[in-house]
Nanobody
Framework: QVQLVESGGGFVQTGGSLGLACFASGRALSEYPIGWFRRPPGKKREFVSAISKSGMTTVYADSVKGRFIISRNNANNTAYLHMNDLRSEDTAVYYC??????????????????WGQGTQVTVSS
């Protein structure tokens, strides 16, 4: 089955930018819709963004619209989350996930079957 490995987390100042990557192995990334979720400290996991297998459809949570961009490069089996104008409330562990459903409910955690290990993003003032 597909394995997902995330990278790119770290520390960034308020208003800054950071890019995350999610590398897939075992199976081709092109087989899966990809979602990004995050878990802020002390809170439950929440939806951030999702992208269809072809990349033609993208979905964003209201909290990140206009600031984050999701993309994918199926040729190198990598999905990305480019985060701009970061705020303190963006501090969280960010997870990449792959769905085993052809057309998943984008914001539903239950629709995603394989998850990366998570990467910490810390936004400081």
């Amino acid at each position: 089955q597909v394995q997902l490995v995330e990278s790119g987390g770290g520390f960034v100042q308020t208003g800054g930018s950071l890019g995350l990557a999610c590398f897939a192995s075992g199976r081709a990334l092109s087989e899966y819709p990809i979602g990004w979720f995050r878990r802020p400290p002390g809170k439950k996991r929440e939806f951030v963004s999702a992208i269809s297998k072809s990349g033609m459809t993208t979905v964003y949570a209201d909290s990140v619209k206009g600031r984050f961009i999701i993309s994918r490069n199926n040729a190198n089996n990598t999905a990305y989350l480019h985060m701009n104008d970061l705020r303190s409330e963006d501090t969280a562990v960010y997870y990449c996930a792959a769905s085993g459903v052809h057309n998943p409910k984008w914001e539903s955690k239950i629709e995603y079957h394989w998850w990366g290990q998570g990467t910490q993003v810390t936004v400081s003032s």
